[in-house]
């Protein structure tokens, strides 16, 4: 069935150190997966994905791995800043069906300062 | 530009009454999606069009009726809803397929009294 798990559900990180979330995904047909960043009151703002002919892709300080094999994909998060927090959701293509996504239940990430 | 904008942002409404909410995106993508979100919980796919058809109907319940008048708008009406029907409604919009980036809109707050 369609599931994407997320982990861990909640974070807290000092300002400046590294975050990492964590998503698995159960259909091997999978080929797309898009990292969502949620602050409270606003729609979900896509923050960077990888396709699977890609196993890592790094925009400034976020970076996303993709291990195909293990149906299983991360976000990396480096020297993390106060605005960093929020809730950040991954996501994975469903099937034949080129426009549905699945999402992981979301991570909340507090960065202190 | 990525905006997707959404009217009401936000919307009170009777068991009674008929309300719309709409949609508007000018990035030239050909799908365009609604999305039910709860809190702390990840958005669900309601619906999606393709290129102005309806595509994908999540099983939602006829109260809720979408309609694509054109390539730039999206528009869900409501009737007869339910207290449990009040979340966050999102639409979002991509080129084509889900394959290709997906952006959101800020999303309408509605509540059902």
Redesign the interface.
């Known amino acids: 069935g369609e599931n994407v798990e997320q982990h861990p559900s909640t974070l807290s990180v000092q300002e400046g150190d590294s975050a990492v979330i964590k998503c698995t995904y159960s259909d091997s047909a999978s080929?797309?997966f898009?990292w969502?960043k949620q602050e409270l009151g606003?729609?979900?703002?896509?923050i960077i994905?990888i396709?699977s002919n890609v196993g890592e892709k790094k925009d400034q300080r976020i970076a996303v791995t993709l291990n195909k094999t293990a149906k299983h994909f991360s976000l990396h998060i480096t020297e993390t800043q106060p605005e960093d927090s929020a809730v950040y959701?991954c996501a994975a293509?469903f099937g034949d069906?080129?426009?549905?996504?699945i999402?992981?239940?979301?991570t909340r990430l507090l960065v202190r300062p | 530009d990525t905006e997707v904008t959404q009217t009401p942002k936000h919307l009170v409404m009777g068991m009674t009454n008929k309300k719309s909410l709409k949609c508007e995106q000018h990035m030239g993508h050909r799908a365009m999606y609604w999305y039910k979100q709860k809190a702390k919980k990840p958005p669900e796919l309601m619906f999606v069009y393709s290129y102005e058809k309806l595509s994908i109907n999540e099983s939602v319940p006829s109260r809720f009726s979408p309609e694509c008048p054109n390539s730039s708008l999206l528009n869900l009406h409501l009737h007869a809803l339910q207290p449990e029907d009040s979340a966050l409604y999102l639409c979002a919009s991509s080129l084509q397929g889900v394959n290709y980036e997906q952006y959101f809109g800020p999303g309408t707050r509605l509540t059902v009294t």
Request: charged share 20%; glycine share 14%; aromatic share 22%.
């Open positions: 080929n797309y898009p969502y606003k729609g979900p703002q896509l994905d396709r959701f293509t069906s080129s426009y549905k996504l999402f992981g239940s979301g």
